[in-house]
């Protein structure tokens, strides 16, 4: 799946209580977490900092945003976005 916003429990956009902008992730595929849950993927440059898109990441994950839609279904997403870096 790509460009899902995390969501609540509800289905609901999470927002940064910092920054007060919601995450899309680039991808996310759906069984391959540790739980059997989605392991959400960000794709970048070699050189790009992705500081403080993970750190927002964090941020939102700490408010309750830890799912993705697919269709009408939630998924779990484990953990914070694995960073792959391309030439």
Do not use: C, W
């Not at 996310?28 to 500081?51: D, F, P």
């Amino acid at each position: 799946m790509s460009q899902k916003h995390l969501r609540n429990k509800k289905g609901e956009i999470v927002s940064d209580p910092l920054t007060g902008e919601s995450r899309k992730l680039d991808f996310v595929i759906k069984g391959a977490g540790k739980k059997g849950g989605g392991l959400a993927q960000e794709i970048t440059s070699e050189t790009a900092s992705k500081r403080s898109q993970l750190a927002k990441e964090e941020r939102i994950r700490d408010a309750g945003g830890v799912y993705v839609r697919d269709g009408k279904s939630l998924v779990h997403v484990d953990g914070i976005s694995e960073i792959i870096r391309l030439p």
